[in-house]
T-cell receptor, first 115, second 114 residues
Framework: AQTVTQSQPEMSVQEAETVTLSCTYD???????LFWYKQPPSRQMILVIR??????QNATENRFSVNFQKAAKSFSLKISDSQLGDAAMYFC????????????FGKGTLLTVNP | GAVVSQHPSRVICKSGTSVKIECRSL??????MFWYRQFPKQSLMLMAT?????????EQGVEKDKFLINHASLTLSTLTVTSAHPEDSSFYIC??????????FGSGTRLTVV
């Protein structure tokens, strides 16, 4: 079974600074998808970014980018120019590339943004 | 687009009663829906996967007779917590698979059993 590990239970960053959240995963598959989700205090899950394993180029969405290292099974999220609204719980998630559409979530990292 | 409406957002029920939570995909057809449970400051734990028109597939350790899932149409899935007890108090979230590889989450239901 696949596992997703987020080794940082909590992180903090100053407003306008950059922070990197780490995520590693364990899988024997070659085809899969990786996601970062944000869960603010409202508890609504919001997709931040998605990466297809077959793509070598790292995904980017505005201030959010990933460092996808397939061989190392690492999928870190970089948040640039942090804003107060970025404060939330961040979950890394894995999905197999076949017809099993289940998401496996990491335990999450609580990000605090200090003004 | 791709909105999943989940309600109720909060419900308080008495021990021994049943509670139904609904999730509706408003602008797309959700062939597959997922139900999660989340304890405070913890991750989402998948309870079951439901496919329209067929029986739900439950994760190991989840009581299928307690957590009844029905996915009778392409836009509606329901989770019924039967004979609820205080230990069933939790935050429940549904998610619909949005092709080709996206997911849309409901806003969650906070269940309190007293």
């Amino acid at each position: 079974a696949q596992t997703v590990t987020q080794s940082q239970p909590e992180m903090s960053v100053q407003e306008a600074e950059t922070v990197t959240l780490s995520c590693t995963y364990d899988t024997s598959e070659s085809d899969y998808y990786l996601f970062w989700y944000k869960q603010p205090p409202s508890r609504q899950m919001i997709l931040v970014i998605r990466q297809e394993a077959y793509k070598q180029q790292n995904a980017t969405e505005n201030r959010f980018s990933v460092n996808f290292q397939k061989a190392a099974k690492s999928f870190s999220l970089k948040i640039s120019d942090s804003q107060l609204g970025d404060a939330a719980m961040y979950f890394c998630a894995y999905r197999s590339g076949g017809s099993n559409y289940k998401l496996t979530f990491g335990k999450g990292t609580l990000l605090t943004v200090n003004p | 687009g791709a909105v999943v409406s989940q309600h109720p957002s909060r419900v308080i029920c008495k021990s021994g009663t049943s509670v139904k939570i609904e999730c509706r995909s408003l602008d797309f057809q959700a062939t597959t829906m997922f139900w999660y449970r989340q304890f405070p400051k913890q991750s989402l734990m998948l309870m079951a996967t439901s496919n329209e028109g067929s029986k739900a597939t439950y994760e190991q350790g989840v009581e299928k007779d307690k957590f009844l899932i029905n996915h009778a149409s392409l836009t509606l899935s329901t989770l019924t917590v039967t004979s609820a007890h205080p230990e069933d108090s939790s935050f429940y979230i549904c998610s619909a698979r949005k092709q080709p590889y996206g997911y849309t989450f409901g806003s969650g239901t906070r269940l309190t059993v007293v």
